[in-house]
């Protein structure tokens, strides 16, 4: 059984410290973005510009999906269920937690969805790389 008080005390401040630092990042990044706006000159910068903004936007998408995670995995651990498996209902392996401590899964079911989502994300970033940046 890994799921001591100490071992929630230990993952509930690792994620709120980590809550923290992107609520903090994402105001930075924001600020940054409305100072870059106002020095746009011509089609070239503004279409280094535009590709720049898109990739901050999947990043701020993929932080707002990390966030979410974290979110939860506070949820589970309020809820006394954090490390434990969503499918299987097994404790997690500690190592594994240790290393992506939002994750829900132990190995055995992970691999599974994980080849789902590899798919899922393949597919995404093929498509978005495809994408011709047009302007009006
Ligand atoms: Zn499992």
Do not use: W
Request: include cysteine.
């Amino acid at each position: 059984m890994i799921r001591t008080q100490e071992f929630q005390a230990k993952f509930k401040s690792l994620f709120e410290h980590e809550k923290n630092r992107l609520l903090f990042s994402g105001r930075a990044s924001n600020e940054q973005f409305a100072v870059q706006s106002d020095d746009l000159m011509d089609e070239v910068d503004f279409t280094s510009f535009e590709i720049e903004n898109q990739m901050r936007m999947r990043l701020a998408t993929r932080e707002a999906l990390y966030l979410k995670k974290i979110e939860e995995a506070l949820a589970r651990i309020q809820a006394g269920t954090f490390g434990q498996c969503d499918e299987c209902e097994e404790d997690i392996e500690l190592r594994r937690l240790e290393a992506r401590p939002t994750t829900t899964l132990c190995v055995a079911c992970k691999e599974a969805a994980e080849r789902n989502e590899k798919l899922h994300i393949d597919g995404h970033s093929h498509k978005s790389l495809g994408r011709t940046i047009k302007f009006a």
